[in-house]
């Protein structure tokens, strides 16, 4: 089941500070940019690998990260004093959207940088983030995994929880309540593509099943340079899916 905007249901950490999982919607997106900025873009194992600093951003990155808060599908972690702890930032996916993605990747497949090393923009950087899921969510086949009249399907963009909330569970509660909204939207499939190991091996945990893996080893530049050197574990960006 889901409930309206405004609506929420309420957990408790273990520590006894207290939070609540609410519907997050294009009005919160302020309090999400903010967040991210704070907790997700230079913590996330691309963007680290790729030299993106604490603090530092791009409208593109920012504009590509939110582009389907409008949908009112995404959820949140909101603390007792108001503060967002955790998010997870959800969109949908059609047949047709996916389709020219994998275009668009086909007619970028070979604009490969020449020294990922003199990428030193925030934009340059980012587009290197953007090519690799592209290319990704192109191997992935999503639509592959569903009969040819499903036409859409419910997407996990990003899924970050403040640091110092980590371990209690927080999302694994926002993956719950997303896969609810996602039911109750009679969505068939959800998608999660999963660039760090810790985000893997928590939906690996909630029964999602892993359909397509692309080593961080095999995404060079044309001198042969990992084009994101990510420290262990993070070896690869998977693709999950979990079926409804």
Not at 13 to 26: F, M, N, P, W
Not at 32 to 46: G, I, N, Q, S, W
Not at 185 to 207: D, F, K, N, P, W
């Amino acid at each position: 089941m889901s409930w309206p905007s405004g609506q929420h249901r309420q957990a408790e950490a273990t520590d006894k500070r207290t939070y609540e999982i609410v519907r997050l919607g294009g009005k919160d997106r302020p309090m999400v940019t903010a967040f991210l900025r704070k907790f997700f873009y230079h913590d996330e194992p691309l963007n680290v690998a790729i030299g993106m600093q604490p603090g530092q951003s791009s409208p593109a990155l920012e504009d590509f990260s939110l582009s389907t808060l409008h949908e009112g599908i995404s959820v949140g972690a909101i603390a007792s004093d108001g503060t967002l702890v955790g998010v997870c930032v959800n969109g949908t996916l059609s047949r047709e959207e996916d389709e020219e993605g994998r275009r668009e990747w086909l007619k970028e497949a070979d604009d490969v940088p020449e020294d990922v090393t003199t990428l030193k923009r925030p934009e340059e950087q980012f587009n290197q983030v953007r090519r690799l899921l592209m290319r990704t969510s192109a191997q992935g086949n999503v639509f592959a995994q569903v009969p040819a009249d499903v036409d859409k399907i419910f997407d996990i963009f990003i899924l970050s929880v403040d640091g110092s909330w980590r371990g209690k569970g927080i999302a694994k509660k926002l993956l719950d309540q997303s896969r609810e909204i996602a039911q109750s939207e009679q969505h068939r499939l959800m998608r999660v593509i999963c660039t760090s190991y810790v985000s893997a091996l928590i939906v690996s945990r909630l029964g999602y099943r892993c359909i397509d893996r692309l080593d961080y080893n095999d995404v060079v530049d044309r001198k042969g340079q990992r084009i994101f050197p990510t420290p262990p574990p993070h070896d690869a960006a998977k693709t999950y899916v979990l079926d409804l």
